[in-house]
């Protein structure tokens, strides 16, 4: 069965730090770009990250950039998302995705949710202030 399975979060105070983790099973990890998206209340979508696989380039959206790091162990069919100097606008269910070999998805830009083919369930982060 293919599945990501993403995991890690919870409830924190601003300023704190969150691992997330994200497990692939039911296909080879290794051909896919990770990303990672977030959605809060009442609010569309957004990409936060995403990782490439195997040389591990990473891109980042502007809302995290500099306070987040995105990370991936193909050893271990396994992404991350270091999450540092939590804000309260942080707080939203975080999901990671995947997309077959579209590294160039991830080069100058985070890729679309459209382009993303298998995605997991989320988990959530509420930061309070």
């Known amino acids: 069965e293919v599945q990501l399975q993403a995991s890690g979060g919870g409830l924190v105070q601003s300023g704190d730090s969150l691992r997330l983790s994200c497990v692939a099973s039911?296909?080879?990890?290794?051909?896919?770009?990770i990303g990672w998206f977030r959605q809060a209340p009442g609010k569309e979508r957004e990409g936060v990250s995403c990782?490439?696989?195997?040389?591990?380039?990473?891109f980042y959206g502007d809302a995290v950039k500099g306070r987040f790091t995105t990370s991936r162990d193909n050893a271990k069919n396994t992404a991350y998302l270091q999450m540092n100097s939590l804000k309260p606008e942080d707080t939203a269910v975080y999901y990671c995705?995947?997309?077959?070999?579209?590294?160039?998805?991830?080069?100058?830009?985070?890729?679309?949710?459209?382009?993303?083919?298998?995605w997991g369930k989320g988990t959530q982060v509420t930061v309070s202030s």
């Open positions: 990782v490439n696989s195997p040389d591990g380039t990473t």
């Open positions: 039911g296909f080879n990890f290794d051909d896919y770009t």
């Open positions: 995705a995947a997309t077959y070999r579209q590294w160039k998805l991830c080069t100058r830009d985070l890729p679309p949710s459209y382009a993303m083919d298998r």
